[in-house]
Each structure stands twice: as structure tokens, then as C-alpha cells.
């Protein structure tokens, strides 16, 4: 199903992303707290949501 691989598409890219948002955050927060903090803050939002479509993508009903 076209809809089912785009949406892991989606997650993974939410996830890797949101990860390595919040770690970039991590390492710029002593130079610049606003920046690091908003970084870890989007990129673990983001790396929760794209959790939340992997529940989303569970309950799929997948016609394969």
C-alpha cells in the first residue's frame, strides 16, 4: 500500500530527525541556552510524534 510505506517514511524521518535534533540541542545549549533548549524541546516533540504515527501505523489494517 502506497499510504502505508509513505507513513513509515514519515516516521522514520520524524524520529531520526527529532533525535538528532535533541542531541545537536544538547551540545549547543552551554554556548547558547535559548537555541540548545528550543532544540531539544522541538527535536523531542518531534521524536515523540513520529512515535505517536508508529501507534498510528499499528493500527493500519494492511491488505497485503
Known amino acids: ?6 507513513l513509515e517514511g514519515v516516521i522514520w524521518i520524524l524520529i531520526y530527525g527529532g533525535l ?17 533548549r528550543g532544540l531539544v524541546v522541538g527535536g523531542g516533540l518531534t521524536a ?3 512515535g505517536g504515527l ?11
Open 1 to 6: 500500500n502506497k499510504f502505508v510505506a509513505r
Open 20 to 36: 538528532l535534533a535533541l542531541v545537536l540541542g544538547l551540545f549547543v545549549m552551554p554556548v547558547d541556552d535559548d537555541m540548545g
Open 48 to 50: 515523540l510524534a513520529g
Open 54 to 64: 508508529i501507534y498510528v501505523r499499528s493500527r493500519i489494517k494492511d491488505d497485503s
